[in-house]
């Protein structure tokens, strides 16, 4: 990640290997934490929402709407936000809080060069009225929306395997008879 240590420019900046740069010129240390991430199983009227990605990585793959909770942000707020900017939508009414967390993964997402490691938390939710034109996609983010029944998801079609991960918790929780 760095040349040069951020605090004295010495070219002794080490890493350990797994998450920690330090500099014996100075004493600088960097901790390189997991980023926490959201996703939401939101079942409409049509399946379970699946968004086509837009960009890499795994550009054309199927995922879940969510993203990275910025700083100040709870995981609730930020899945909010997150769906208010990838699907121009969020619950309101009879769904308003009825966002129950299912499970949490690792994760990693490659991005320019750089892979961060994700504490992904996924949510679900019953929005038995949504469909898709209650959705307007983020135009650099996302390349279109599938209502998905749960028996239609194939594994091999989504973006991320924390996704994956938790599309079978959900499919072995709520919906027990069909095969994993």
């Known amino acids: 990640m760095w040349k040069y240590c ?3 420019a010495s070219t002794e900046i080490g890493f350990d290997g797994s998450h920690r740069y330090s500099c014996p ?8 934490n997991t980023a926490a991430a959201t996703g939401c199983i939101i079942r409409g009227k049509g399946g379970i929402l699946l968004l086509v990605r837009g960009k890499e990585p795994a550009k054309g ?3 879940l709407p969510g993203g990275f909770v910025d700083p100040g942000e709870g995981a609730l707020e930020g899945l909010r ?3 208010r900017e990838e699907i121009g939508w969020e619950p309101a009414g009879k769904t308003e809080g009825s966002f129950t967390l299912l499970a949490s993964f690792p994760n990693t997402y490659p991005y320019r060069g750089t892979v961060y490691h994700t504490c992904d938390l996924f949510f679900t939710l019953d929005a038995p009225d949504l469909t898709g034109d209650d959705l307007r996609g983020q135009e650099e983010e996302i390349g279109g929306f599938r209502f998905v029944g749960p028996q239609n998801i194939r ?17 072995a929780a ?3 008879a069909l095969p994993n």
């Open 6 to 8: 951020p605090s004295c």
């Open 25 to 32: 010129a100075c004493g600088f240390v960097f901790y390189q």
């Open 61 to 63: 793959k199927l995922d």
């Open 81 to 83: 936000r997150e769906l």
């Open 155 to 171: 594994p091999e079609d989504l973006a991320f395997d924390s996704t994956r991960r938790a599309l079978r918790a959900y499919l």
């Open 174 to 176: 709520y919906y027990p």
